[in-house]
């Protein structure tokens, strides 16, 4: 496969011997990818190795075949929505989002264009200042669109805003994405977000990239340990246990199985209830084994009570 | 870099290389009116700190925690003192409190004295004036700290169950006490290095900067460079002891909170009170701005025994501008000024960029060479620059410029170099680094992120620290006295000259002028 933004063997060492990659990507062209991962993990050196604001000390990247490795940030036509936006102070939104367009008779109309974009048509006279959280990182979007770059960066774009603004901007985000059509990277730290954003998802842990994946794949067929219990809720066991729920014929005899996978049976994994957690529409119970370790099942509210001794089994099970 | 070190540390050497002079050294060591002098400089200095303190920081209280008619306005008012140039502000004094100034003649005419009641003269004169023109500093920076303060600390502190007494010495002092000791530095520093009023009232009272200046004329060069030398000495002495009282500054920036909000004084009497003793200190601090005015406005020879001046015309101000030997001592100020103002921007600019960008090696060097002609009294650099630039010794790097119109610019831009460079520095250290990623990667260029993203994010420091150095070189009576000649004579000597023919009206009238000058250039300087 030939991606449009093709990344390779791209790495970065600083001085304190922590070193980012050697990762290796392609992105197909209009493909959001989300670089998921832990903080400190590398994956905003990652994207500032994209953005040429870090050089990188090997590999290479390519856009439509045409190496901009060596390219500074300046000519590499990729737009960038930073963390805490970069809005200029001293502009209004109109001239943040004419920043980056040459002065031609139409900028005007280019400006308006990009801010309509973002739904924020007629407010050029703005003050960044004055803005809401939302509506300034929807300039920052529309700054970062109006020059028509080839790939779009965004940093955590929505770590600066309340939980509740969260998940609606997000879907607009990925509308507005999905509208311009331009291939984007985003980085967070949140796997939700991750999930509903991104097309494929990259998950780096300490410099490397672990797996790449839609997001049912990494969900349903993590690769490593890592993989299993940073996206998405899992258990994991181990000798007996790991026997006791049908597993341990192939792979290392390590077992992940995540909450909704188990149930309370006739026979299995014996245990005792020692916490229940109500969310509504269902309930964690929180077991323990006779080994004393704990583990979570994902059940109907009065599946069982607490104290109570259980058989749990499990319908699906990921071996690693 | 190097151009800074030639200008800044290149002097300073040379003096300290020769005042290592034997007999120099021996007369030091041995006139008591050199010892004299010394004390006096670090007394005086010591009791304007106490001074300044005691007025300064009352006030700073008052404006920003309690809310009273005309809080605003006077609020404004009371950083007046900042406009008069030193020499402006002790001719002023001069005029108003002086043995034949308004109130010395007002108490005469009053309780019919056949002399004036007091003399104007001495240490206690020279305490008045600094008192009066450096409680600015404690009241400015006090201000500033209290406006820091995050409201939530204290109603921590009450939470605790701190009463008012104990919030106020364990938790406002220790959390302002970065702004005091910055506060009591600078009045330190400045009455140190304080050369008008002494020079002035000082008569037969002499400090160590008179005392230099007075030994550089009678051209006795070895001794005065041994005074340099010491005063350089206590000044550094001095610094470091405060420094070392100030403590980490990192306490101020844990919480963003919100400054208290003024309280309004809710018993009437005390309000009434309080409105009034606030006018009132209203108008002590601008009679001298007032007094300067009214004298400028009689014209020569026509006010002797009166209260007040019996005629009021503007004909100083007319001599002053049609006669062109009078006039060119403004241009000379003006241009020498500008010119010193430009390349002090130019090289906190480079100076900063160097600092801030380039994690260089020698950032802690640049940073100090920008720092140190603050730290030293101005005196100090006065004689270092006369001394360094009256040889001619190319390879040495020491050309004859004493006697050019080089050499004062060159002074006042050593003299400029802190203020421009702290305000700079500042203004760079504040700047986020995503901005200009962010212009680069909209496309722009070096030159365009410069010029459209940086300069404008630095311009309110850049500002305020241009418009002080400005106003800096348009008052500067201390370099200017050592390096002047007749062709490139400033202001400040026009003024001294012409108090010397007792032309009061016409040194009041510069002084009105460098005052306005100065209040429309700071206010430049200080809008967002």
């Known amino acids: 496969m030939s991606g449009f933004l093709q990344i390779q063997a791209i790495e970065k060492r600083w001085r304190d011997g922590v070193t980012v990659g050697p990762v290796s990507l392609d992105i197909a062209q209009g493909e959001i990818l989300a670089l998921l991962g832990p903080s400190g993990s590398g994956k905003t050196t990652m994207l500032r190795l994209l953005a040429g604001f870090e050089t990188a000390d090997g590999g290479r990247v390519a856009v439509a075949g045409e190496d901009v490795t060596a390219v500074p940030p300046a000519q590499r036509r990729f737009g960038m929505v930073f963390q805490h936006y970069a809005l200029f102070p001293h502009l209004d939104v109109g001239e943040n989002v004419g920043f980056g367009l040459p002065n031609s008779p139409d900028k005007g109309a280019k400006i308006a264009a990009a801010l309509a974009l973002v739904d924020l048509a007629g407010y050029e006279k703005r003050k960044v200042h004055e803005l809401s959280g939302g509506q300034q990182q929807r300039v920052a979007l529309a700054r970062a669109l109006a020059p028509e770059p080839r790939v779009l960066l965004l940093d955590e774009p929505l770590s600066n805003l309340d939980p509740a603004l969260r998940e609606r901007t997000r879907h607009e985000l990925r509308e507005v994405i999905k509208r311009v059509g331009i291939t984007t990277l985003f980085v967070t730290h949140e796997q939700e977000e991750a999930f509903d954003l991104g097309d494929r998802i990259a998950v780096i842990n300490q410099g490397r990239l672990e797996q790449v994946g839609a997001p049912d794949e990494l969900y349903e067929h993590p690769v490593n340990l890592f993989v299993a219990t940073f996206v998405g809720r899992a258990n994991v066991f181990r000798g007996k246990a790991a026997r006791a729920l049908g597993g341990g014929a192939n792979g290392n005899g390590v077992l992940v199985v995540r909450p909704e996978r188990l149930r309370f049976a006739g026979a299995g994994l014996p245990g005792v209830v020692r916490e229940r957690r109500y969310i509504g529409a269902a309930a964690f119970f929180v077991v323990e084994d006779d080994e004393h370790e704990r583990f979570e099942v994902l059940a109907e509210p009065d599946a069982a009570k607490l104290g109570e001794r259980v058989y749990v089994e499990a319908t699906r099970v990921i071996a690693l | ?528």
Do not use: C
Request: glycine share 8%; net charge positive.
């Open chain 2, 1 to 528: 870099m190097l151009l800074l070190a030639w200008l800044v540390i290149y002097p300073i050497v040379i003096v300290g290389a020769e005042a290592a002079h034997p007999t120099a050294l021996r007369d030091f060591l041995t006139r008591p009116g050199e010892w004299a002098a010394l004390w006096a400089s670090v007394w005086i200095s010591l009791v304007s700190v106490i001074l300044a303190a005691a007025i300064g920081i009352p006030l700073a209280f008052l404006f920003e925690w309690f809310d009273f008619p005309g809080r605003k306005t006077l609020g404004a008012l009371i950083a007046l003192p900042v406009v008069l140039p030193p020499l402006v502000g002790v001719i002023a004094f001069l005029f108003l409190y002086g043995e034949s100034g308004f109130v010395a003649r007002a108490i005469q005419a009053l309780l019919h004295l056949q002399n004036a009641p007091w003399r104007l003269q001495g240490a206690a004169a020279i305490l008045l004036v600094h008192a009066y023109s450096m409680y600015v500093y404690f009241y400015l920076f006090t201000r500033a700290g209290l406006a820091k303060l995050d409201v939530s600390m204290l109603e921590a502190a009450q939470a605790l169950g701190a009463d008012r007494r104990a919030t106020l010495w364990r938790v406002i002092v220790p959390l302002l006490r970065p702004s005091l000791v910055g506060a009591a530095m600078l009045t330190f520093m400045t009455a140190l290095g304080s050369f008008s009023a002494p020079y002035i009232f000082g008569g037969g009272f002499r400090v160590m900067t008179t005392q230099i200046v007075a030994t550089k004329l009678n051209g006795d060069l070895p001794l005065a460079m041994v005074e340099t030398v010491a005063l350089a000495l206590v000044a550094v002495a001095g610094l470091v002891i405060l420094r070392r009282t100030e403590g980490d500054d990192i306490l101020v920036a844990l919480g963003k909170g919100i400054a208290p909000r003024p309280r309004p004084i809710q018993r009437a009497g005390v309000r009434r009170l309080a409105t009034i003793a606030g006018w009132a200190l209203a108008v002590l601090l601008l009679l001298p701005h007032l007094t300067l005015i009214l004298v400028s406005l009689v014209p020569y020879g026509a006010w002797t025994t009166e209260i007040l001046p019996p005629v009021i015309n503007l004909d100083n101000y007319r001599r002053l501008f049609s006669e062109p030997e009078r006039l060119r001592p403004m241009w000379n100020s003006l241009w020498m000024a500008s010119v010193s103002t430009a390349v002090a921007v130019a090289l906190a600019l480079a100076g900063g960029w160097l600092v801030v960008r380039r994690r260089v090696a020698l950032r802690r060097a640049i940073e100090a060479l920008l720092a140190l002609p603050w730290a030293l009294p101005g005196t100090v650099f006065a004689i270092a620059l006369a001394i360094t630039f009256s040889v001619d010794a190319p390879l040495q790097l020491r050309f004859v410029l004493v006697g050019t119109a080089v050499i004062l610019p060159l002074a006042y831009l050593v003299r400029a170099l802190p203020l421009t460079g702290r305000g700079i520095l500042a203004a760079y250290r504040q700047l986020d680094p995503s901005l200009e990623e962010a212009a680069a990667s909209l496309g722009a260029g070096r030159w365009r992120t410069l010029t459209r993203v940086t300069l404008p994010q630095l311009r309110p420091g850049l500002a305020a620290g241009a418009s002080l150095a400005f106003v800096a070189g348009l008052g500067d009576i201390v370099a200017s006295i050592v390096l002047y000649t007749y062709e490139t004579r400033p202001v400040s000597i026009e003024i001294l000259s012409s108090l010397r023919l007792a032309e009061t009206g016409v040194a009041a009238a510069f002084g009105v002028v460098l005052m306005l000058v100065s209040a429309v250039v700071l206010g430049v300087g200080a809008r967002r």
